[in-house]
Protein backbone atom coordinates (compact mmCIF):
# COMPACT_ATOMS: atom_id res chain seq x y z
CA UNK A 1 0.00 0.00 0.00
CA UNK A 2 2.56 2.31 0.96
CA UNK A 3 4.65 1.75 -2.75
CA UNK A 4 1.16 2.12 -4.22
CA UNK A 5 1.20 5.52 -2.52
CA UNK A 6 4.50 6.73 -3.07
CA UNK A 7 3.83 5.91 -7.12
CA UNK A 8 0.58 7.39 -7.26
CA UNK A 9 1.82 10.76 -5.48
CA UNK A 10 5.06 10.98 -7.47
CA UNK A 11 3.01 10.78 -10.64
CA UNK A 12 0.51 14.00 -9.50
CA UNK A 13 3.77 15.28 -8.13
CA UNK A 14 5.47 14.79 -11.52
CA UNK A 15 2.77 16.39 -13.56
CA UNK A 16 2.66 19.67 -11.18
CA UNK A 17 6.04 20.08 -12.06
CA UNK A 18 5.98 19.89 -15.47
CA UNK A 19 2.83 22.30 -15.62
CA UNK A 20 4.61 24.19 -13.38
CA UNK A 21 7.33 24.53 -15.83
CA UNK A 22 5.43 26.04 -18.36
CA UNK A 23 7.49 23.84 -20.78
CA UNK A 24 5.39 24.40 -24.19
CA UNK A 25 5.84 20.60 -24.58
CA UNK A 26 3.29 19.88 -21.84
CA UNK A 27 -0.13 19.66 -23.41
CA UNK A 28 -2.88 17.95 -21.24
CA UNK A 29 -5.72 16.25 -23.49
CA UNK A 30 -8.24 16.96 -20.18
CA UNK A 31 -10.39 19.75 -20.43
CA UNK A 32 -10.48 20.59 -16.60
CA UNK A 33 -6.74 19.59 -15.58
CA UNK A 34 -5.25 22.29 -13.04
CA UNK A 35 -1.70 21.50 -11.61
CA UNK A 36 -3.24 22.62 -8.50
CA UNK A 37 -5.36 19.63 -8.05
CA UNK A 38 -2.22 17.31 -8.91
CA UNK A 39 -0.48 19.19 -5.68
CA UNK A 40 -2.78 18.32 -4.03
CA UNK A 41 -3.16 14.66 -4.63
CA UNK A 42 0.71 14.65 -3.73
CA UNK A 43 0.50 15.79 -0.72
CA UNK A 44 -2.99 13.70 -0.15
CA UNK A 45 -0.93 10.71 -0.78
CA UNK A 46 2.21 11.78 1.65
CA UNK A 47 -0.63 12.54 4.55
CA UNK A 48 -2.05 8.99 4.06
CA UNK A 49 0.74 7.17 4.56
CA UNK A 50 2.14 8.73 7.33
CA UNK A 51 -1.71 8.23 9.13
CA UNK A 52 -1.52 5.08 7.86
CA UNK A 53 1.68 4.42 9.44
CA UNK A 54 4.43 6.95 10.67
CA UNK A 55 7.24 4.64 11.04
CA UNK A 56 6.49 2.35 7.92
CA UNK A 57 5.82 5.79 5.58
CA UNK A 58 9.18 7.13 6.28
CA UNK A 59 11.10 3.81 5.96
CA UNK A 60 9.10 3.59 2.39
CA UNK A 61 10.18 7.33 1.55
CA UNK A 62 13.57 6.63 2.73
CA UNK A 63 13.92 3.90 0.35
CA UNK A 64 12.60 5.52 -2.41
CA UNK A 65 15.17 8.01 -1.90
CA UNK A 66 17.83 5.20 -1.84
CA UNK A 67 17.00 4.01 -5.12
CA UNK A 68 16.87 7.20 -6.52
CA UNK A 69 20.20 8.37 -5.45
CA UNK A 70 22.48 4.44 -6.24
CA UNK A 71 20.51 5.23 -10.01
CA UNK A 72 21.58 8.73 -10.12
CA UNK A 73 25.26 7.70 -9.40
CA UNK A 74 25.31 4.16 -11.64
CA UNK A 75 23.10 4.65 -14.22
CA UNK A 76 25.27 6.62 -16.55
CA UNK A 77 23.70 9.59 -19.16
CA UNK A 78 20.08 10.16 -18.93
CA UNK A 79 18.44 7.68 -21.03
CA UNK A 80 15.32 9.94 -21.47
CA UNK A 81 14.16 13.70 -20.64
CA UNK A 82 12.88 15.13 -17.76
CA UNK A 83 11.58 18.54 -16.26
CA UNK A 84 15.02 19.59 -14.27
CA UNK A 85 15.90 21.16 -17.24
CA UNK A 86 12.86 23.00 -18.55
CA UNK A 87 12.14 23.98 -15.05
CA UNK A 88 16.01 25.66 -14.72
CA UNK A 89 14.89 27.35 -18.65
CA UNK A 90 12.16 28.55 -16.56
CA UNK A 91 13.69 30.01 -13.93
CA UNK A 92 16.48 32.17 -16.01
CA UNK A 93 13.27 33.51 -17.63
CA UNK A 94 11.84 34.70 -14.57
CA UNK A 95 15.21 35.68 -12.98
CA UNK A 96 16.20 37.63 -16.27
CA UNK A 97 12.74 39.66 -16.47
CA UNK A 98 12.99 40.33 -12.86
CA UNK A 99 16.57 41.64 -13.34
CA UNK A 100 15.48 43.64 -16.12
CA UNK A 101 13.23 45.31 -13.84
CA UNK A 102 15.32 46.96 -11.62
CA UNK A 103 17.69 49.68 -11.93
CA UNK A 104 21.09 48.86 -12.87
CA UNK A 105 23.82 49.78 -9.82
CA UNK A 106 27.86 49.60 -10.31
CA UNK A 107 27.87 47.40 -7.05
CA UNK A 108 26.17 44.74 -9.45
CA UNK A 109 28.66 44.47 -11.73
CA UNK A 110 29.87 41.34 -12.79
CA UNK A 111 32.54 39.90 -15.29
CA UNK A 112 30.32 38.52 -18.26
CA UNK A 113 33.40 37.46 -20.74
CA UNK A 114 34.38 36.55 -23.93
CA UNK A 115 37.28 34.06 -24.43
CA UNK A 116 38.73 34.61 -28.10
CA UNK A 117 40.92 32.35 -29.37
CA UNK A 118 40.77 29.95 -31.85
CA UNK A 119 44.08 27.55 -30.80
CA UNK A 120 42.90 25.07 -28.20
CA UNK A 121 46.73 25.42 -26.34
CA UNK A 122 45.37 29.16 -25.83
CA UNK A 123 41.90 29.02 -25.08
CA UNK A 124 42.47 25.91 -22.29
CA UNK A 125 45.09 28.46 -20.85
CA UNK A 126 42.35 31.45 -21.17
CA UNK A 127 39.48 29.63 -20.30
CA UNK A 128 41.30 28.52 -16.63
CA UNK A 129 42.00 32.19 -16.49
CA UNK A 130 38.47 33.19 -17.06
CA UNK A 131 37.28 30.79 -14.18
CA UNK A 132 39.76 32.10 -12.14
CA UNK A 133 38.51 36.40 -12.36
CA UNK A 134 35.39 35.04 -12.57
CA UNK A 135 35.23 34.46 -8.95
CA UNK A 136 32.27 32.47 -8.84
CA UNK A 137 30.31 35.43 -10.09
CA UNK A 138 30.16 35.45 -14.02
CA UNK A 139 29.59 34.23 -16.79
CA UNK A 140 32.37 33.28 -19.75
CA UNK A 141 31.38 31.93 -22.95
CA UNK A 142 34.36 30.52 -24.90
CA UNK A 143 34.30 32.15 -29.04
CA UNK A 144 35.82 30.65 -31.72
CA UNK A 145 35.57 32.64 -35.69
CA UNK A 146 35.38 30.82 -38.68
CA UNK A 147 35.32 32.67 -41.94
CA UNK A 148 33.52 30.99 -45.08
CA UNK A 149 31.37 32.35 -47.38
CA UNK A 150 30.85 28.76 -49.22
CA UNK A 151 27.53 26.31 -49.07
CA UNK A 152 29.31 24.13 -46.70
CA UNK A 153 29.87 26.46 -43.81
CA UNK A 154 27.05 24.98 -41.71
CA UNK A 155 28.70 21.65 -41.75
CA UNK A 156 32.04 23.71 -40.81
CA UNK A 157 30.40 25.47 -38.59
CA UNK A 158 28.73 22.30 -36.53
CA UNK A 159 32.16 20.71 -36.56
CA UNK A 160 33.77 23.67 -35.15
CA UNK A 161 30.70 23.86 -32.40
CA UNK A 162 31.37 19.73 -31.93
CA UNK A 163 35.21 20.27 -30.99
CA UNK A 164 34.81 23.88 -28.74
CA UNK A 165 32.10 21.21 -26.66
CA UNK A 166 34.93 18.85 -26.02
CA UNK A 167 37.19 21.06 -25.27
CA UNK A 168 34.97 22.68 -22.45
CA UNK A 169 33.97 19.44 -21.18
CA UNK A 170 37.76 18.58 -20.92
CA UNK A 171 38.02 22.34 -18.62
CA UNK A 172 37.67 22.29 -15.22
CA UNK A 173 35.60 25.59 -15.18
CA UNK A 174 32.43 25.60 -17.63
CA UNK A 175 32.13 27.88 -19.98
CA UNK A 176 29.67 28.18 -22.79
CA UNK A 177 31.00 27.62 -26.61
CA UNK A 178 29.68 30.31 -29.74
CA UNK A 179 31.24 29.37 -32.91
CA UNK A 180 30.90 32.86 -35.29
CA UNK A 181 30.48 32.31 -38.93
CA UNK A 182 31.58 35.38 -40.81
CA UNK A 183 32.28 36.76 -43.80
CA UNK A 184 34.15 40.21 -42.91
CA UNK A 185 35.74 39.40 -38.84
CA UNK A 186 35.92 42.79 -38.23
CA UNK A 187 32.11 43.37 -38.87
CA UNK A 188 31.58 39.77 -37.12
CA UNK A 189 33.17 40.55 -34.24
CA UNK A 190 31.64 44.23 -34.02
CA UNK A 191 28.23 42.49 -34.35
CA UNK A 192 28.84 39.95 -31.39
CA UNK A 193 30.79 42.44 -28.60
CA UNK A 194 27.36 44.67 -29.24
CA UNK A 195 24.63 41.94 -29.49
CA UNK A 196 25.99 39.22 -26.88
CA UNK A 197 23.84 38.18 -24.10
CA UNK A 198 20.33 39.20 -23.04
CA UNK A 199 18.23 41.79 -20.87
CA UNK A 200 20.76 42.69 -18.14
CA UNK A 201 23.73 40.13 -18.62
CA UNK A 202 25.49 41.50 -21.49
CA UNK A 203 29.41 40.96 -22.85
CA UNK A 204 31.76 43.71 -20.87
CA UNK A 205 35.33 41.94 -20.93
CA UNK A 206 37.26 40.43 -23.96
CA UNK A 207 40.23 38.13 -22.68
CA UNK A 208 42.97 37.52 -25.49
CA UNK A 209 46.24 35.65 -25.47
CA UNK A 210 48.97 37.71 -26.38
CA UNK A 211 50.71 35.41 -28.11
CA UNK A 212 48.09 34.20 -30.25
CA UNK A 213 48.68 36.72 -33.38
CA UNK A 214 49.58 34.78 -36.43
CA UNK A 215 46.82 34.51 -39.62
CA UNK A 216 47.04 31.36 -41.02
CA UNK A 217 45.21 31.76 -44.63
CA UNK A 218 45.54 27.88 -45.52
CA UNK A 219 41.66 27.59 -46.68
CA UNK A 220 41.08 24.77 -44.10
CA UNK A 221 41.64 26.79 -41.24
CA UNK A 222 41.59 30.26 -40.25
CA UNK A 223 43.44 32.09 -37.38
CA UNK A 224 42.25 35.76 -36.98
CA UNK A 225 44.90 37.95 -35.03
CA UNK A 226 42.60 39.22 -32.55
CA UNK A 227 44.43 42.17 -31.26
CA UNK A 228 44.10 44.11 -34.29
CA UNK A 229 40.09 43.96 -33.24
CA UNK A 230 40.53 45.87 -29.51
CA UNK A 231 39.38 48.92 -30.69
CA UNK A 232 36.66 47.65 -32.16
CA UNK A 233 35.86 45.87 -28.56
CA UNK A 234 36.75 48.87 -26.52
CA UNK A 235 34.06 51.00 -28.55
CA UNK A 236 31.43 48.40 -28.00
CA UNK A 237 31.88 48.79 -24.42
CA UNK A 238 33.69 46.29 -23.86
CA UNK A 239 36.75 46.15 -21.16
CA UNK A 240 40.41 44.49 -22.59
CA UNK A 241 42.59 41.89 -20.85
CA UNK A 242 45.32 41.04 -22.86
CA UNK A 243 46.94 37.44 -21.41
CA UNK A 244 50.45 36.71 -21.30
CA UNK A 245 51.91 33.80 -19.53
CA UNK A 246 54.54 31.35 -18.64
CA UNK A 247 53.05 28.51 -17.24
CA UNK A 248 51.15 29.88 -14.49
CA UNK A 249 49.40 27.22 -11.77
CA UNK A 250 45.84 27.99 -12.19
CA UNK A 251 44.28 24.92 -10.25
CA UNK A 252 46.50 24.31 -6.86
CA UNK A 253 47.51 20.75 -6.51
CA UNK A 254 45.90 18.74 -3.48
CA UNK A 255 49.08 16.49 -3.01
CA UNK A 256 51.30 19.31 -2.54
CA UNK A 257 51.25 21.68 -0.07
CA UNK A 258 51.63 25.68 -1.78
CA UNK A 259 53.29 28.83 -0.97
CA UNK A 260 50.89 32.02 -0.90
CA UNK A 261 50.70 33.27 -4.20
CA UNK A 262 51.27 37.00 -4.93
CA UNK A 263 49.42 39.18 -7.40
CA UNK A 264 50.28 42.79 -8.06
CA UNK A 265 48.10 45.91 -9.51
CA UNK A 266 50.11 48.25 -10.82
CA UNK A 267 47.53 51.84 -9.71
CA UNK A 268 46.95 54.72 -11.45
CA UNK A 269 43.62 55.24 -9.89
CA UNK A 270 41.38 55.02 -12.97
CA UNK A 271 38.89 52.95 -13.97
CA UNK A 272 41.67 50.61 -15.23
CA UNK A 273 43.00 50.64 -11.90
CA UNK A 274 39.84 49.73 -10.51
CA UNK A 275 38.29 47.09 -12.33
CA UNK A 276 42.03 45.16 -12.49
CA UNK A 277 41.90 45.34 -8.29
CA UNK A 278 38.40 44.31 -8.36
CA UNK A 279 39.53 40.84 -10.69
CA UNK A 280 42.02 41.00 -8.55
CA UNK A 281 39.92 40.52 -5.62
CA UNK A 282 37.55 37.67 -7.53
CA UNK A 283 40.77 35.49 -8.43
CA UNK A 284 41.26 35.27 -4.22
CA UNK A 285 37.71 33.79 -4.16
CA UNK A 286 39.15 30.59 -6.19
CA UNK A 287 40.97 27.77 -3.95
CA UNK A 288 44.45 27.79 -4.32
CA UNK A 289 44.50 31.80 -4.40
CA UNK A 290 42.23 32.39 -1.27
CA UNK A 291 45.28 32.96 0.37
CA UNK A 292 46.94 34.96 -2.13
CA UNK A 293 48.77 38.61 -1.48
CA UNK A 294 47.30 41.44 -3.35
CA UNK A 295 50.24 44.40 -3.31
CA UNK A 296 48.72 47.90 -4.83
CA UNK A 297 51.59 49.75 -6.65
CA UNK A 298 50.55 53.17 -6.80
CA UNK A 299 51.95 55.31 -8.98
CA UNK A 300 49.83 58.80 -9.79
CA UNK A 301 51.24 59.71 -6.91
CA UNK A 302 54.92 62.75 -7.25
CA UNK A 303 56.58 61.42 -4.80
CA UNK A 304 56.34 58.56 -1.67
CA UNK A 305 55.32 59.78 1.77
CA UNK A 306 53.03 59.09 4.52
CA UNK A 307 50.00 61.28 3.40
CA UNK A 308 49.90 59.49 0.55
CA UNK A 309 50.45 56.34 1.87
CA UNK A 310 47.68 56.92 4.85
CA UNK A 311 45.26 58.17 1.87
CA UNK A 312 45.59 54.81 -0.14
CA UNK A 313 44.90 52.58 2.89
CA UNK A 314 41.78 54.89 3.84
CA UNK A 315 40.89 53.68 -0.02
CA UNK A 316 41.26 50.08 0.78
CA UNK A 317 39.40 50.09 3.68
CA UNK A 318 36.93 52.13 2.46
CA UNK A 319 36.19 49.48 -0.71
CA UNK A 320 36.85 46.67 1.88
CA UNK A 321 39.96 45.05 -0.14
CA UNK A 322 43.04 43.59 1.85
CA UNK A 323 46.05 44.75 -0.16
CA UNK A 324 49.83 46.34 0.81
CA UNK A 325 49.90 49.56 -1.05
CA UNK A 326 53.38 50.48 -2.52
CA UNK A 327 54.25 54.18 -4.01
CA UNK A 328 56.05 54.46 -6.99
CA UNK A 329 55.92 57.32 -8.85
CA UNK A 330 56.14 57.95 -11.89
CA UNK A 331 57.61 53.89 -13.08
CA UNK A 332 59.50 52.80 -16.13
CA UNK A 333 59.51 49.45 -17.43
CA UNK A 334 62.39 49.41 -15.20
CA UNK A 335 60.56 49.49 -12.11
CA UNK A 336 57.81 47.46 -12.93
CA UNK A 337 60.38 44.15 -13.69
CA UNK A 338 62.58 44.92 -10.82
CA UNK A 339 58.98 45.26 -8.41
CA UNK A 340 56.87 42.58 -10.46
CA UNK A 341 59.44 40.28 -11.46
CA UNK A 342 58.94 37.96 -8.55
CA UNK A 343 54.79 38.31 -8.45
CA UNK A 344 52.69 34.91 -9.43
CA UNK A 345 50.21 37.57 -11.26
CA UNK A 346 50.85 40.85 -12.52
CA UNK A 347 48.03 43.53 -13.81
CA UNK A 348 48.98 46.38 -15.96
CA UNK A 349 47.56 49.57 -17.48
CA UNK A 350 47.80 49.72 -21.20
CA UNK A 351 46.72 51.81 -23.39
CA UNK A 352 46.61 52.30 -27.48
CA UNK A 353 48.77 54.18 -29.65
CA UNK A 354 48.06 53.96 -33.02
CA UNK A 355 45.62 50.71 -32.26
CA UNK A 356 49.33 49.13 -30.41
CA UNK A 357 49.40 48.06 -27.16
CA UNK A 358 51.81 50.51 -25.06
CA UNK A 359 52.63 50.81 -21.45
CA UNK A 360 50.97 53.63 -19.48
CA UNK A 361 55.08 55.38 -19.73
CA UNK A 362 54.92 55.33 -23.67
CA UNK A 363 57.41 52.18 -23.58
CA UNK A 364 56.88 49.18 -25.82
CA UNK A 365 54.46 46.47 -24.04
CA UNK A 366 57.26 43.68 -24.79
CA UNK A 367 59.66 45.44 -22.41
CA UNK A 368 58.35 43.72 -19.88
CA UNK A 369 56.67 40.81 -20.62
CA UNK A 370 59.51 38.46 -21.28
CA UNK A 371 60.90 39.08 -17.28
CA UNK A 372 57.19 38.57 -15.39
CA UNK A 373 56.02 35.42 -14.78
CA UNK A 374 52.33 35.54 -15.67
CA UNK A 375 50.76 39.18 -16.30
CA UNK A 376 47.11 40.61 -17.63
CA UNK A 377 47.78 44.06 -19.88
CA UNK A 378 43.97 45.38 -19.00
CA UNK A 379 41.97 48.25 -20.68
CA UNK A 380 38.47 48.88 -18.90
CA UNK A 381 36.19 50.78 -21.42
CA UNK A 382 33.46 51.13 -18.19
CA UNK A 383 33.32 53.39 -15.51
CA UNK A 384 34.42 51.21 -12.30
CA UNK A 385 32.93 52.39 -8.83
CA UNK A 386 34.20 49.98 -6.09
CA UNK A 387 32.91 52.50 -3.16
CA UNK A 388 29.29 52.90 -4.69
CA UNK A 389 26.45 53.28 -2.18
CA UNK A 390 23.22 52.25 -2.32
CA UNK A 391 21.34 55.42 -2.98
CA UNK A 392 24.06 56.73 -5.59
CA UNK A 393 24.37 55.85 -9.38
CA UNK A 394 21.09 55.50 -11.67
CA UNK A 395 19.10 54.45 -8.34
CA UNK A 396 19.99 58.45 -7.44
CA UNK A 397 19.56 60.11 -10.88
CA UNK A 398 15.98 58.10 -10.71
CA UNK A 399 15.14 58.92 -7.28
CA UNK A 400 15.87 62.89 -8.13
CA UNK A 401 13.90 62.81 -11.15
CA UNK A 402 10.56 61.12 -9.75
CA UNK A 403 11.20 63.49 -6.72
CA UNK A 404 10.88 66.62 -9.57
CA UNK A 405 7.87 65.33 -11.17
CA UNK A 406 6.15 65.21 -8.09
CA UNK A 407 7.03 68.78 -6.78
CA UNK A 408 5.84 69.73 -10.50
CA UNK A 409 2.87 67.92 -10.35
CA UNK A 410 2.01 69.40 -7.14
CA UNK A 411 3.35 72.92 -8.40
CA UNK A 412 0.93 72.51 -11.53
CA UNK A 413 -2.11 71.66 -9.09
CA UNK A 414 -1.86 74.89 -6.70
CA UNK A 415 -1.40 76.99 -9.54
CA UNK A 416 -4.64 75.64 -10.72
CA UNK A 417 -6.57 75.85 -7.76
CA UNK A 418 -5.11 79.46 -7.18
CA UNK A 419 -6.60 80.30 -10.43
CA UNK A 420 -10.12 79.14 -9.93
CA UNK A 421 -10.39 80.59 -6.56
CA UNK A 422 -9.44 83.84 -8.40
CA UNK A 423 -11.55 83.19 -11.64
CA UNK A 424 -14.53 82.65 -8.87
CA UNK A 425 -13.70 86.07 -6.93
CA UNK A 426 -13.56 87.98 -10.18
CA UNK A 427 -16.93 86.49 -11.54
CA UNK A 428 -18.05 87.75 -7.93
CA UNK A 429 -17.08 91.20 -7.65
CA UNK A 430 -18.44 91.79 -11.03
CA UNK A 431 -21.65 90.57 -10.00
CA UNK A 432 -21.23 92.44 -6.79
CA UNK A 433 -21.06 95.50 -9.12
CA UNK A 434 -23.73 94.55 -11.59
CA UNK A 435 -26.12 94.64 -8.29
CA UNK A 436 -24.79 97.74 -6.74
CA UNK A 437 -27.27 100.78 -6.54
CA UNK A 438 -24.65 103.05 -5.06
CA UNK A 439 -24.54 106.09 -7.08
CA UNK A 440 -20.93 107.20 -5.81
CA UNK A 441 -18.68 108.02 -8.71
CA UNK A 442 -16.05 107.35 -6.05
CA UNK A 443 -16.72 103.90 -4.65
CA UNK A 444 -17.84 103.22 -8.43
CA UNK A 445 -14.04 103.82 -9.57
CA UNK A 446 -12.51 101.66 -6.92
CA UNK A 447 -14.98 98.45 -7.23
CA UNK A 448 -14.39 98.40 -11.12
CA UNK A 449 -10.73 98.92 -10.04
CA UNK A 450 -10.82 95.86 -8.10
CA UNK A 451 -12.36 93.92 -10.83
CA UNK A 452 -9.71 94.51 -13.13
CA UNK A 453 -7.34 94.17 -10.50
CA UNK A 454 -8.65 91.02 -10.04
CA UNK A 455 -8.92 90.26 -13.68
CA UNK A 456 -5.59 90.76 -14.00
CA UNK A 457 -4.42 88.33 -11.32
CA UNK A 458 -6.78 85.63 -13.26
CA UNK A 459 -5.16 86.17 -16.43
CA UNK A 460 -1.78 85.73 -14.41
CA UNK A 461 -3.20 82.94 -12.64
CA UNK A 462 -3.94 81.12 -16.12
CA UNK A 463 -0.83 81.91 -17.30
CA UNK A 464 1.19 80.46 -14.26
CA UNK A 465 -1.30 77.00 -14.63
CA UNK A 466 -0.33 77.09 -18.23
CA UNK A 467 3.71 77.15 -17.24
CA UNK A 468 3.35 74.58 -14.66
CA UNK A 469 1.63 72.87 -16.86
CA UNK A 470 4.58 72.54 -19.63
CA UNK A 471 6.90 71.69 -16.90
CA UNK A 472 4.59 69.25 -15.51
CA UNK A 473 4.78 67.54 -19.15
CA UNK A 474 8.53 68.20 -19.85
CA UNK A 475 9.23 66.12 -16.48
CA UNK A 476 6.23 63.55 -17.13
CA UNK A 477 7.93 62.43 -20.93
CA UNK A 478 11.20 62.20 -19.35
CA UNK A 479 10.54 60.03 -16.36
CA UNK A 480 8.52 58.40 -18.39
CA UNK A 481 11.45 57.79 -20.76
CA UNK A 482 13.53 56.29 -17.79
CA UNK A 483 10.88 53.92 -16.73
CA UNK A 484 9.17 55.62 -13.96
CA UNK A 485 5.55 55.21 -13.71
CA UNK A 486 3.57 58.29 -13.93
CA UNK A 487 -0.20 58.85 -13.35
CA UNK A 488 -2.34 59.10 -16.47
Given amino acids: ?15 YFEAATLSPSFRPRFKWYNKKLSLVGFLACLGVMLAIDLKTGVA ?22 DSQRSYHLQKVRTSLIEADKDIDHPREWRPYILVLSNEQK ?29 LNYGRQKEEALRELKKEILENTHHSF ?54 PVAVQSGCSIILLKSSGLNMEPDPSQEEEAKNIDVWWQNDDTSRFM ?17 IRLLATHYDEDNQQNETQIKEMLEDIRIDATPVIIPK ?32 EPVESVLTELKTCALSISAQKIDLDAEPEEGKVKELAHLYDQFQLAEKKAELAEKYAVRIAEEAKEKLKDL ?16 EVLEIREKAIHAKKRVYIEKEKLKKVENEAKSEGILTKE
Avoid at 1 to 15: E, K, P, R, W
Avoid at 133 to 142: L, N, Q
Avoid at 200 to 229: G, M
Avoid at 345 to 360: A, G, T
Fill in 122 to 150: YRNLLLDFAGLIEGGSGITCAVKVLQSSG
Fill in 1 to 15: SMFFLISYGLLNYAT
Fill in 331 to 362: PDSKKIIEYSKEADLVFLSIKLNNNIPMLISG
Fill in 60 to 81: AVAILFAIYHYLKRTSGPNRWA
Fill in 277 to 293: LLLAYLITRSKGWDSAQ
Fill in 177 to 230: PLVLSTINTEAGLSALFQSFGIGPVRANTVLLNWEEKNIDTNKSKYCPSYQKYI
Fill in 434 to 449: ESSKDNNIFNMQQEIS
